[in-house]
């Protein structure tokens, strides 16, 4: 994961347009107080993908995607659906509950 190295590389160069079966749907999350992965980037799949984006007040750093929950909704993201414009939500899901939200709306 280190910049520069060959599985960076290879991300720059496939990740943007990956060529998914019919109606898969991506959301990529990244957060503005990430010290390893800058938001843009994390967030720069492409077009056809919900982008959401952990404002700096919510204290994300690049650890906290595999274990931030809280008991109340209340994180403030930016959030893009594709096609759309980006819009602030003041009482979203913590980034395992984006998880768990996008396995439960697919039946999982």
Do not use: C
């Not at 990956?18 to 843009?40: E, F, M, Y």
């Not at 750093?61 to 659906?81: I, M, P, W």
């Not at 819009?87 to 709306?105: E, F």
Request: charged share 20%.
């Amino acid at each position: 994961m280190d910049g520069g190295s060959d599985f960076q590389q290879f991300l720059d160069d496939h990740a943007a347009n990956p060529k998914p079966i019919q109606r898969t749907d991506w959301t990529t999350l990244g957060s503005d107080d990430d010290n390893h992965v800058a938001s843009d980037s994390a967030t720069g799949m492409g077009g056809n993908s919900t982008k959401v984006v952990f404002t700096s007040a919510d204290d994300i750093e690049h650890k906290d995607f595999l274990n931030a929950t809280r008991a109340v909704d209340d994180a403030r993201v930016l959030y893009k659906q594709p096609g759309g414009s980006w819009i602030t939500w003041n009482s979203s899901w913590w980034p395992v509950r984006w998880a768990q939200k996008s396995l439960w709306a697919n039946g999982y």
